[in-house]
């Protein structure tokens, strides 16, 4: 691997850099308003992609995005969004999060 490589933010598994993957880890760290790494959206028990609840209470991921991250964080290299992809296929910023229904 090479030295230079943070490998927090690689796959889980993986020795190989992916930016794109990269880039999912950014956004998930936007909306939870904390560092994450790679552990942090698939814990070392489990092998399934997992995203943490937004960071602002009152917002939840609109699909659009919430899918847009999976594409970028997808565990099978072959299926994960490519740079051009991941470019082109990004949302709207008005489609990335939406109000919780507030009760009264």
Request: with cysteine; proline share 7%.
């Amino acid at each position: 691997m090479e030295d230079d490589v943070n490998v927090n933010i690689l796959p889980v598994g993986s020795t190989k850099p992916c930016d794109v993957f990269a880039l999912g880890l950014l956004g998930v760290a936007l909306v939870t308003g904390k560092e994450i790494c790679g552990w942090g959206v698939v814990p070392q028990e489990e092998s399934e992609l997992r995203l943490p609840p937004c960071g602002l209470k009152e917002f939840r991921l609109a699909k659009p995005f919430e899918d847009y991250l999976r594409a970028l964080l997808d565990l099978d290299s072959e299926r994960r969004l490519k740079a051009q992809d991941a470019v082109d296929k990004l949302p709207e910023d008005t489609r990335w999060l939406i109000l919780k229904k507030v009760s009264l």
